[in-house]
């Protein structure tokens, strides 16, 4: 089975264990999903994908035009490897994991990470719910989430942080609830 690693690093021959800001422990993470692996080819803070029932991996906008802001005029290379016996299958799916080091058997160069992504959307490998289609509901369950990462990530004590700058300008209404519930809580004693 061939197993893919994207990054925005070119040249690399061994793919080297790293730690994750997912918390997760230091090891390769790969998978049998060519658009998962595309859309960890660009480092940002946030991978909003998923599986439907039936097994398809789908991308959600969490804000409008997601997937082209984060995406679009970025470079990565796509790096095959193969299954071996240290590799272990995760929960999620098409997720391959080592705590080795692997040899890369190719590296391609992808010049715009988004138009390898749509390219995959065209052949029906990959689904974008955009931002614009979503329900009322959707959006406000959006709304909630980013809040709680905001508190969970405590980015109100960081505000000029890289994090807390992202979830500012990306997510304006999580934010002032953020504040006005810090403001709130601090004027209660």
Not at 26 to 36: G, I
Request: glycine residues 4%; aromatic residues 12%; contains cysteine.
């Amino acid at each position: 089975m061939t197993l893919y690693h994207c990054s925005p690093t070119a040249g690399l021959t061994v793919l080297r264990p790293n730690e994750s800001r997912f918390g997760k422990p230091s090891q390769v993470c790969l998978t049998a999903s060519l658009p998962m692996a595309l859309m960890y080819g660009v480092k940002h803070f946030e991978y909003t994908y998923g599986y439907t029932r039936d097994g398809r991996i789908y991308y959600e906008e969490y804000f409008p035009n997601a997937l082209k802001e984060l995406y679009r005029g970025k470079a990565a290379c796509l790096y095959t490897c193969s299954l071996r016996e240290d590799m272990r299958a995760t929960e999620i799916p098409n997720e391959y994991v080592t705590p080795n080091e692997v040899p890369a058997d190719s590296e391609t160069a992808i010049p715009d990470v988004y138009e390898a992504l749509m390219e995959q959307v065209d052949r029906g490998a990959l689904k974008v719910v955009r931002w614009e289609d979503a329900t009322p509901q959707r959006r406000a369950w959006v709304v909630d989430v980013e809040l709680m990462t905001i508190r969970e990530q405590d980015l109100l004590a960081r505000p000029d942080s890289p994090f807390a700058r992202y979830m500012r300008e990306k997510y304006p209404e999580s934010w002032a609830r953020a504040v006005e519930d810090a403001e709130h809580k601090g004027g209660q004693s």
